[in-house]
C-alpha cells in the first residue's frame, strides 16, 4: 500500500513538473526561431564591430567598420531590435 501511494506521488510530482515547463517556455513557429537566431547572430557581430572599433587606430579601417555597425544596426532594427 505504500509502495503504490509513493509511485502516485511521484507521477503528480512528474506532471507538476512537466505543467509548469509548459508554462514557462511558449512555442515559437519556425518563422520565429529563424529571426530570433539571425537577432542572436547580428548581435554577436555587432559586439565584435564595437569592440575593434574600441581598439582601431586606423582611420580607414574605423569607417569600414562604422559602415559596418550601421549596415548591422539596420538590420537588427528591421528585425524588431531596438538600442538600449
Not at 27 to 44: F, G, H, M, V
Request: a neutral charge; charged letters at 30%.
Amino acid at each position: 500500500m505504500a509502495r503504490g501511494w509513493e509511485s502516485k506521488s511521484v507521477q503528480e510530482q512528474i506532471a507538476s513538473a512537466r505543467a509548469r515547463e509548459g508554462d514557462t517556455k511558449p512555442r515559437l513557429t519556425p518563422e520565429q526561431l529563424a529571426i530570433a537566431k539571425k537577432c542572436d547572430s547580428l548581435l554577436l557581430h555587432r559586439t565584435r564591430v564595437l569592440h575593434d572599433l574600441e581598439n582601431c587606430h586606423d582611420e580607414r579601417y574605423r569607417k569600414t567598420l562604422s559602415d559596418g555597425l550601421a549596415y548591422l544596426e539596420s538590420a537588427l532594427t528591421d528585425l524588431g531590435w531596438t538600442a538600449s
